[in-house]
């Protein structure tokens, strides 16, 4: 056995061995009491002091980091102004708010504008090219630009920034 049983064994033998004087001191006295409610007694008693005796193991107290509340932590693109501009437009991009689909084209248009910059960048796509000269005409009315859903919106900025999202 090993040495860390070797002081929960006395401590149970000794507790068995007060509990059998008990009861044979309580049988000499004419008071009958049940042997197996005093074996109980004398092994919970026993184990009790081994535990008091051992003590618990403390675990190290937990340093928790201090909570950063600056918005970049959790996106690394964050820190850039004009894509945090870009995600709140487009959030605002919305049916009764603030900005329209016009609005948002007329965006995308000013990235593709950025990005037409690039000698290496390739053309733009047919359908974001149109898009993006329909918002530009000053007659809203007679040329309407319709709501840019999130299907569209992720395609069009895919197509202007190939290499900057990745698929998760």
Known sequence: MTRSWRPLLIR?????ALSLAA???CTL??????LAVLLAVGLTGGAALWIIDQGADRADQLHTPALDLDVDYALPHAQDTRVRRLEDLAYGAQ?????TGRGLARVLGEIADERARDPEAP???PALARLIETARRPDAEQHPVGAIDRRALHRCLTELAP???RDR
Request: no cysteine; proline share 8%.
């Open 29 to 34: 006295i004419g008071l009958y009491l049940p």
């Open 163 to 165: 290499g900057e999202e």
């Open 12 to 16: 149970l033998g000794l507790g068995a």
């Open 123 to 125: 053309d733009l796509s």
């Open 23 to 25: 009861y044979f001191v």
């Open 95 to 99: 049916p009764r708010r603030r900005m």
